[in-house]
């Protein structure tokens, strides 16, 4: 089976402005979530989506962050405007429940 | 609140030793634990996932245990190989389609 797609692999942009990442589940895996990770950090979560709606977005900075899965399959996590402290990587991960996840190669974000 | 902790932060050692990485989390109510390894500026690969009725998983040199009453898990990697170097992170999982939670992971470097 395919894994789970994430593109830009890489993006630098200077802060304030605004950049978005998308990611393509496997097929089938109704829960999708995107993880921040911060260097030298273990990845914590962002917001998990149930299909298309959204589960847990508690640790989500709703200010500058905002996240959508449309037709319960891709998913597009946008940030704007950027913070330096932004920096990291994001991954995007997909389940579909009895199994564990399944993550993505990640968008390496440097604000600059 | 879970936490999970893993100890040691960083680890080196010769090519051919075996070792064992240390995963401790406070909430035993877990659905499962899973281990993943990560390489550097890459994403997460899955390596073992154990279910809370398992007290152990083995894939080719690795196996990991699972001691949910005392809130533990270790990760055993027979005879070392350089390939092996990368960052080892333990998640544990409260629900079925529950977020996982990271510790921080293990820094292993195996000297040739």
């Known amino acids: 089976e395919a894994g789970v797609a994430q593109s830009p692999r890489y993006k630098i942009i200077e802060k304030r402005q605004s950049v978005a990442f998308w990611c393509n589940p496997i097929s089938g895996h109704a829960t999708l979530y995107w993880y921040q990770q911060i260097l030298g950090q273990g990845p914590k979560l962002l917001i998990q989506?149930?299909?298309?709606?959204?589960?847990?977005d508690s640790q989500l900075p709703k200010d500058r962050f905002s996240a959508e899965r449309l037709k319960g399959v891709d998913s597009t996590l946008k940030i704007q405007p950027a913070k330096l402290e932004d920096s990291a990587v994001y991954l995007c991960?997909?389940?579909?429940?009895?199994?564990?996840?399944?993550f993505g190669s990640g968008t390496r974000l440097t604000v600059v | 609140k879970q936490e999970v902790t893993q100890i040691p932060a960083a680890l080196s050692v010769p090519e051919g030793e075996n070792l064992v990485l240390n995963c401790s989390f406070t909430d035993s109510a877990i659905y499962n634990l899973q281990w993943f390894r990560q390489d550097p500026g890459k994403g997460l690969t899955s390596l073992l996932l154990i279910q809370s009725s398992q007290r152990e998983q083995t894939s080719g040199r690795l196996n990991a245990s699972l001691d949910k009453s005392s809130g533990r898990s270790t990760l055993y990697i027979a005879a070392s190989q350089p390939g092996d170097s990368a960052t080892y992170l333990c998640?544990?999982?409260?629900?079925?389609?529950?977020?996982?939670?990271f510790g921080k992971g293990t820094r292993l470097h195996i000297l040739p």
């Open positions: 998640a544990v999982r409260r629900n079925r389609d529950d977020k996982i939670i």
């Open positions: 991960a997909s389940s579909s429940g009895t199994h564990g996840y399944t």
């Open positions: 989506f149930q299909n298309n709606g959204v589960v847990d």
